[in-house]
């Protein structure tokens, strides 16, 4: 470290990325897709002009294409680099130095470590003992709230009554909701149905699974004007041009081609099901899942050795050594082949440990 560093970022905790190491690897660690995006996005991709202009700082064309998918008003959708672009502006619009923030002990990394690097207060929520977050725990609490749904890494989806519960239960706290994976079968509890009717809400939304374009880092915020406005004053004095040219002509592509984000919503949802059901023949625990990925454990190997296992057989997945699931691994949904390969790779783990499972996937 240098001697220009600031004393505040001296303890900083860097995220740590899914490992990446090459395309002979199968990746199932980072809840990418394996699949391209839609073809509409590929031919803007090949035919990319105006790269030598500034685009439009208020990326009204595609808010408003947002707004209407959301059946709300282009005021109400901000248009962030990613949705760890609009969670960072959304920590500097709204909290001071000192503030109090709760959100899940285990749950994404960033929110811990936007708390460090603001000098925010981190209230970490211990999650109950089967693993879920009890949103019951964080109405009392006088403090801005910040959770998950679905949830990561366990894949829960809480029911919309609970999160309005939460939001009308302190009015003047702010409430962020992070639905990163809300389209793999949580469109129905989606806190947008809010934004109108409380001015404490805001829902944090990603292009990167879904839309699988999670290299083009497109995400956005949806919330009461107010909010947005407030949002918007501060990107357009430290950062107005926050999202490219490019990148918002690939989020319209994308926008655009309903058919083939069904279709791919669709295969993953099979997918996840196949697997769920796979690992569970084989004695695996399979936490009940509404995201792009399955998080299990197993009494027989750790979670920690099937990682290190899977991983001499070029499979990469997703372990925690986090007390509380130290024994689980986070599995990202590939293709139905993808899945097989996986499933027969653990089979035969399973068998050098002399836990014979004869099963034909």
Not at 5 to 16: C, D, G, Q, R
Not at 276 to 305: D, P, Q
């Amino acid at each position: 470290m240098s001697t220009f560093l600031a004393k505040s970022f001296e303890t900083i905790v860097a995220y740590n990325p899914g490992e990446q190491l090459g395309d002979d690897y199968l990746k199932l660690n980072a809840n990418e897709s394996s699949q391209e995006p839609s073809p509409r996005v590929l031919e803007v991709l090949k035919n990319a002009q105006k790269l030598n202009y500034y685009n439009d700082p208020f990326q009204s064309k595609l808010r408003q294409k947002l707004a209407d998918l959301h059946s709300l008003e282009m005021s109400n959708i901000l248009v962030g680099t990613g949705a760890d672009d609009v969670l960072d502006l959304i920590f500097r619009t709204f909290f001071e130095r000192g503030d109090k923030i709760a959100f899940p002990k285990i749950t994404y990394p960033f929110y811990k470590g936007y708390a460090d690097t603001f000098g925010y207060e981190a209230l970490e929520v211990p999650l109950t003992k089967d693993l879920h977050v009890d949103l019951s725990d964080y109405e009392e609490l006088p403090h801005a709230v910040l959770v998950v749904n679905p949830d990561a890494p366990t894949g829960f989806l809480k029911p919309l009554s609970a999160i309005k519960k939460l939001v009308a239960s302190h009015p003047e706290r702010l409430v962020i909701v992070d639905e990163a994976y809300i389209d793999f079968g949580g469109e129905s509890e989606t806190a947008i149905s809010l934004v109108n009717d409380f001015s404490n809400v805001i829902v944090v939304r990603t292009f990167s699974k879904s839309r699988q374009l999670a290299g083009a880092r497109i995400g956005y915020a949806v919330a009461c004007k107010e909010l947005i406005k407030d949002m918007e004053a501060l990107k357009m004095a430290v950062n107005p041009f926050n999202i490219s040219l490019l990148q918002e002509e690939v989020a319209l592509a994308s926008l655009e081609d309903e058919f083939h984000f069904e279709k791919h919503v669709k295969e993953i949802i099979e997918n996840r099901d196949f697997l769920t059901s796979a690992l569970r023949i084989l004695g695996f625990t399979v936490l009940n899942s509404k995201t792009n990925f399955v998080y299990a454990s197993s009494k027989v190997i750790s979670g920690a050795e099937l990682y290190e296992k899977l991983r001499a057989r070029h499979i990469l997945i997703r372990h925690y050594a986090t007390e509380e699931v130290k024994d689980f691994v986070r599995i990202s949904i590939g293709t139905k082949q993808e899945m097989h390969r996986l499933v027969s790779e653990i089979d035969a783990i399973l068998k050098e440990k002399d836990h014979v499972k004869s099963v034909n996937f």
